[in-house]
């Protein structure tokens, strides 16, 4: 697993890890002993000396989620159980129920997503993100694109909230976990999902058609472009329709991909551009940039879509750092000029603080770059 990957699989991507003194252990296990889990009044002590307090959040979880497993297997039901945890009302237990579920029917995945079903239903968004990411995600590991057929049900339940667990558990790229191999290498498998739900009328569940959509496309355009083209060309087939191909052609967009950008309904352009700075100069980090673009339009009034660039110093010359971004559609009025003003702020981040040095910006209309600035970083 990249270094990057696995800090963020270790760390929640963003999410703090739990410190002694505001832990919530001794409520984690209160709830266990109210269900009456083996062992319960231990588990605090447990954890702490499986070095808890020294792990990353999603190290915590798992390590939570195997001595729950362990005890789990020690009841008289084992089942009865798994339910009763399920069926707790504490939020912070039932956030480890579909790890433990993974676990104690991990050669069983069939019944593994029967017991996961229910509490895809659960309106907490912490529980939510645990059912796909370790309750469904590791059946879609061990059943491969088999999973999928299973997924369709899913796909076709009146929750929403079960509809989503069904696309967010098998993306190429998921939340707090890997890469689904399969799904990365192969993203055609999930077209059949895509299109039991590109209809569907929650939001909720479009956006994450359209996120897994962009998830692909970052390695297979060309099958996120098809489908994006042939929908349209088959017309509406829901009301989140159109929003999810605007998702889905997000990345290539800012990119500038052509073909994405005609099929958000950008056009070529008969603009010159030019570009200036209206912040003081020489340019502190964390501060706001000002930027004034202003575009001569030769031709009719037009809808284009703007992107824009920046980049600072590296530690390596000549390979700078950039961070591209997406204003998104702009209105450039017919046979004028017109000036659009840019604010962004540029700023130290905690692996990597600015350095001192020339820096640019970099501005793009429907993919094509029309104009390029330089102004200088001092601390």
């Keep these: 697993m990249p270094g990057k990957l696995r800090r963020r699989a270790n760390r929640g991507s963003g999410l703090a890890a739990e410190a002694r003194e505001t832990s919530s252990l001794p409520l984690l296990e209160a709830a266990c002993l109210a269900v009456g889990l083996p062992r319960a009044l231990g588990l605090e002590q447990e954890l702490e000396a499986a070095g808890y307090f020294s792990e990353g959040v999603v190290q915590q979880w798992r390590l939570t989620q195997e001595r729950l497993a362990e005890r789990v297997a020690e009841a008289e039901d084992p089942l009865g159980q798994l339910r009763a945890l399920a069926a707790s009302s504490e939020p912070r237990l039932r956030f480890h129920v579909p790890g433990v ?45 088999e999973v999928l057929e299973l997924l369709l049900d899913w796909a076709r339940d ?54 897994a959509l962009n998830d692909i496309a970052k390695k297979k355009a060309e099958l996120v472009l098809e489908i994006c083209a042939r929908w349209q060309e088959e017309g509406e087939a829901g009301p989140w ?41 020489p340019v502190r980090p964390n501060t706001a940039l000002v930027f004034e673009l202003e575009i001569e339009n030769r031709d009719q009034a037009t809808k284009a879509d703007l992107v824009y660039e920046i980049q600072t110093p ?28 840019i604010r962004e702020r540029i700023f130290d981040r905690k692996a990597a603080k600015l350095l001192d040095g020339e820096c640019a910006a970099l501005f793009f209309l429907n993919g094509e770059q029309l104009a390029e600035l330089r102004f200088p970083l001092e601390r």
């Design 158 to 211: 009146p929750s929403e909230y079960v509809r989503r667990a069904a696309v967010e558990a098998v993306r190429p790229r998921g939340v707090w976990v890997k890469h689904l191999a399969w799904s990365v290498e192969s993203p055609a498998f999930l077209t059949p999902l895509f299109e039991e739900l590109r209809g569907d009328h929650s939001r909720f569940v479009a956006n994450a058609v359209g996120n």
């Design 241 to 281: 329709q159109e929003h999810i191909v605007r998702k889905a052609l997000r990345g290539l967009a800012r990119g500038g991909d052509p073909r994405a950008l005609q099929l958000l309904g950008f056009g070529r352009l008969d603009v010159v551009a030019h570009a200036r700075l209206r912040s003081e100069q």
């Design 314 to 341: 590296g530690k390596v010359a000549g390979r700078p750092r950039k961070q591209r971004y997406r204003a998104g559609a702009v209105e450039i009025p017919g046979f004028c000029t017109s000036s659009f003003h």
């Design 101 to 145: 579920i993974a676990r104690w029917l991990a050669d069983r995945p069939e019944a593994a997503l029967h017991e996961l079903r229910p509490l895809a239903e659960d309106e907490d968004p912490m529980v939510a993100e645990a059912v796909q990411a370790f309750g469904v995600r590791p059946q879609a590991e061990s059943l491969g694109p």
